[in-house]
């Protein structure tokens, strides 16, 4: 057998595509080639997973909407990623770190690390995996055998895989099928557009039979295409509940990426209930009790600059007014100064990350700005008149 200089072909791999790649042996890393400097390697979020997948050629979709592909050969398994098919923002990078711990000294250069790695779509990093799978594995493969899934669908998808659709029956004036679906978006939307994610989970456990029509003679297509179509319904129903048109936009977009590199029904349905949720939580964030557009607005720009220490200053220049009209109008709409209400975003987020993750109170307060945990802790404090630990053991 033919022996190849596997760090060779990594580091080619990594110079083609601009995206880390490592080499593991006996799920141990034996190489490492990035083109960006990275304090902490983003794989450390999924490894486990990643180094249980054995097919030759396969892709892990992770967090943030990421992906890595996988190749194996022999005892050798080479992963390139993160990468995904929109740019990094800084909230979202931010985030990131606080997922791996990244200490506050390498906060920047993670940052902008990871911000710098190549974006390339699914269907491109799998290529060139199948590339080099020719290669060593002497197999020919397609980015379709790769993104179709290979294993055995529970009894019930199996069932619907098999129905074909009749198009006579279709188009039978006796038989057509009834939409139905109109009044139930309509209603969805509704509370999208009003940020009501209480009233959405309630109405989601009751929730009538839907019946979208036939958008596809291949089920999963079906699927897939109704998913697409309830993303661009959510999308713009969060933009006009107060969402930031790019970073509605954006989100739609990596959730149907992600959609689409599903094979299984019951994924693709779950994920849609996800996203419904999602859009009407970020929407619920921003109006506050409010349906003010200045709230919202300064409510939009908090969100996407929680990590940092914000000043009246920042918001009056990003929403072109003065420092003097701003607080005044704010407070007017709001009863709220400007102040009070970064505050109290901060502390709401503070609240979460405190019920919802295990990070250290350090953690936390590097990823909300403050100067110190000790200014944390005493800010958690006043505002909710009890201390961050004490508020996560009670909850």
């Known amino acids: 057998?033919?022996?190849?200089?596997?760090?060779?072909?990594?580091?080619?791999?990594?110079?083609?595509?601009?995206?880390?790649?490592?080499?593991?042996?006996?799920?141990?890393?034996v190489y490492y080639y990035s083109m960006v400097g990275l304090p902490k390697d983003p794989i450390l979020l999924n490894l486990d997973d990643i180094l249980k997948i054995d097919d030759h050629v396969a892709f892990y979709s992770a967090p943030y909407f990421y992906y890595?592909?996988?190749?194996?050969?022999?005892?050798y398994k080479m992963v390139i990623g993160p990468t995904r098919i929109l740019p990094?923002?800084?909230?979202?990078?931010?985030?990131?770190?606080?997922?791996?711990?990244?200490?506050?000294?390498?906060?920047?250069?993670?940052?902008?690390?990871?911000?710098?790695?190549v974006n390339m779509p699914i269907e491109s990093l799998l290529e060139s995996l199948c590339s080099f799978n020719y290669v060593l594995n002497d197999e020919i493969l397609t980015v379709k055998d790769v993104m179709i899934s290979k294993s055995p669908k529970n009894q019930f998808e199996k069932a619907i895989k098999t129905e074909t659709y009749d198009h006579n029956i279709i188009n039978d004036d006796k038989t057509k099928i009834v939409h139905n679906s109109f009044l139930v978006e309509k209603e969805i939307m509704n509370m999208v557009e009003d940020g009501n994610y209480q009233k959405l989970e309630l109405w989601i456990k009751n929730a009538p039979a839907i019946r979208p029509g036939t958008l596809s003679f291949d089920y999963i297509r079906q699927q897939k295409?109704?998913?697409?179509?309830?993303?661009?319904?959510?999308?713009?129903?969060s933009i006009k509940g107060g969402m930031d048109v790019d970073d509605a936009l954006g989100l739609s977009d990596l959730y149907i990426q992600k959609a689409e590199m599903l094979n299984n029904y019951l994924d693709i349905y779950n994920l849609e209930y996800l996203m419904v949720l999602d859009f009407t939580k970020k929407v619920n964030e921003l109006k506050s009790g409010s349906s003010s557009k200045l709230v919202i607005s300064v409510s939009n720009y908090i969100i996407h600059h929680i990590s940092e220490v914000i000043k009246l200053d920042d918001i009056s220049s990003a929403l072109y007014m003065s420092k003097s009209s701003l607080s005044s109008k704010f407070k007017k709409e709001s009863g709220k100064t400007v102040d009070e209400f970064i505050l109290e975003k901060k502390i709401n987020e503070a609240k979460n990350l405190l019920y919802s993750t295990d990070k250290s109170l350090s953690q936390i307060s590097l990823y909300l700005g403050f100067s110190s945990q000790s200014h944390f802790s005493r800010t958690f404090k006043k505002q909710e008149g009890i201390s961050p630990l004490a508020y996560r053991n009670k909850n």
């Open 88 to 117: 990094l923002d800084d909230k979202t990078a931010n985030e990131m770190a606080f997922e791996l711990d990244i200490e506050k000294d390498d906060l920047k250069d993670f940052i902008t690390g990871v911000k710098l790695i």
């Open 1 to 29: 057998m033919k022996e190849y200089n596997l760090e060779y072909l990594s580091r080619n791999l990594g110079h083609l595509t601009g995206i880390p790649v490592r080499l593991y042996k006996e799920n141990k890393e």
């Open 68 to 75: 890595y592909g996988i190749l194996n050969y022999l005892d």
């Open 225 to 237: 295409n109704i998913f697409i179509v309830t993303a661009t319904l959510v999308s713009r129903s």
